[in-house]
């Protein structure tokens, strides 16, 4: 177990997954490493898919942006499904000193942006817990009904798939760090790259990103697999895909998206933006001949989108491409952008 961030893979091996209740047959996507969803077969070939995350409630940010994240984040590892959520159910474990309006005002932003995404909220439970002092304020569900067969996965990327990534590294590590330390990211970065830093924060939802690559009206089933940018960064995301489905990855490090402005955040607070937590990108696994037919999609949509590399077929083989060289790519258990945040605030950052 680490102090911050997600249970580490070891952790999840070892205590969660030999302890998930009764195993039950039409349960055909389980808690596992590199999954965004569960899949549940229903009757008349309807499968249901599901996923959890934690609500936000930040004060640094604010009222409206916590909201933002509590849905998007969900709704982003909805968007690997390739459908679009429909339900959400959400428990509320409140700081005793929110006042009322404020609870008003978060709730508000909660309801537009599920009405918003087309997401009907169906229940959960409300209430304040003393002490509670954390950025998180519950828990989150949403759900899904789809043919089950069209449901995609990302334990079902396959060897020789190419790697598409949609808009670049780091984008909500870079965003919420300018957002929560204002005066010194303008101090040492200037007011262009702060701005421009807080405008990546509403780029990070990556549900457009899902929907365009697999086709909302007509499916495109050229694309196998889909995985949501979160905790690890996009190499963190890569390499869970690959593990996920079985097989091996070589990425070239020149071709990951990084731009000036969420690289310059990232460097001034000593992260590297290839493994910080980046929601609003989309790994995408696509047949290596329909590669370029998904970027012209998704280019065609405003979503910039790079091939990075391709999943192999020498299992447990993660290389990276570095500078001509081919190294073995790592994968850390622990986000770098919480040590960042946290040696930021009590560093007194402004």
Same mark, same amino acid.
């Given at each position: 177990m680490s102090l911050s961030g997600k249970i580490t893979g070891d952790g999840f091996e070892q205590i969660i997954l030999p302890r998930c209740g009764r195993p039950r047959a039409e349960v055909i996507g389980g808690p596992a490493f590199g999954v965004d969803v569960s899949v549940i077969s229903l009757p008349g070939g309807l499968g249901l898919a599901l996923t959890s995350d934690p609500l936000s409630l930040i004060p640094s940010l604010g009222l409206q942006e916590s909201a933002w994240l509590s849905v998007h984040l969900m709704a982003n590892d909805m968007a690997t499904t390739g459908f679009a959520p429909q339900y959400a159910q959400m428990v509320l474990n409140l700081p005793p000193g929110l006042s009322q309006a404020d609870f008003t005002t978060y709730w508000?932003?909660?309801?537009?942006? %599920?009405?918003?995404?087309?997401v009907a909220i169906t229940g959960g439970h409300t209430g304040s817990i003393e002490g509670q002092n954390s950025t998180i304020a519950g828990g989150g569900t949403?759900?899904?009904?789809?043919?089950?067969?069209?449901?995609?996965?990302s334990k079902n990327a396959e060897a020789g798939n190419v790697i =598409?990534?949609? !808009?670049?590294?780091?984008?909500s590590s870079a965003a919420i760090l300018a957002m929560s330390f204002p005066e010194t990211v303008k101090n040492k970065l200037g007011n262009e790259i702060y701005n421009l830093g807080c405008e990546m924060f509403y780029q990070t939802s990556s549900l457009k990103d899902g929907l365009t690559a697999a086709g909302t009206?007509?499916?495109?089933?050229?694309?196998?697999?889909?995985?949501?940018?979160?905790e690890g960064g996009v190499l963190g995301a890569v390499y869970e895909m690959a593990a996920a489905s079985g097989n091996g990855v070589i990425i070239d490090n020149d071709l990951l998206p990084v731009d000036d402005? $969420?690289?310059?955040? %990232?460097?001034?607070?000593?992260?590297?933006?290839?493994? %910080?937590?980046?929601?609003?990108?989309?790994?995408?696994?696509? !047949?290596?001949?329909?590669?370029? *037919?998904?970027?012209?999609?998704?280019h065609g *949509?405003? =979503?910039?989108a790079t091939i990075i590399g391709e999943f192999?077929?020498? $299992?447990?083989?993660?290389?990276? =491409?570095?500078n001509g060289v081919e190294k073995d790519?790592?994968?850390?258990? !622990?986000?770098?952008?919480?040590?960042?945040?946290?040696n930021a605030y009590k560093n007194g950052w402004k």
């Open positions: 508000d932003h909660i309801h537009r942006y %599920c009405d918003n995404i087309g949403m759900l899904l009904t789809a043919p089950l067969n069209e449901i995609l996965l =598409i990534v949609t !808009k670049q590294c780091a984008m009206g007509n499916r495109f089933n050229k694309v196998t697999a889909m995985h949501d940018v979160t402005v $969420a690289g310059g955040i %990232c460097s001034l607070f000593n992260i590297d933006p290839r493994y %910080c937590i980046g929601a609003g990108a989309m790994i995408i696994a696509v !047949k290596k001949q329909w590669g370029q *037919n998904v970027l012209h999609r998704l *949509n405003n =979503i910039p192999t077929n020498q $299992a447990h083989s993660y290389k990276l =491409i570095e790519m790592p994968y850390f258990s !622990k986000d770098p952008y919480w040590e960042a945040f946290f």
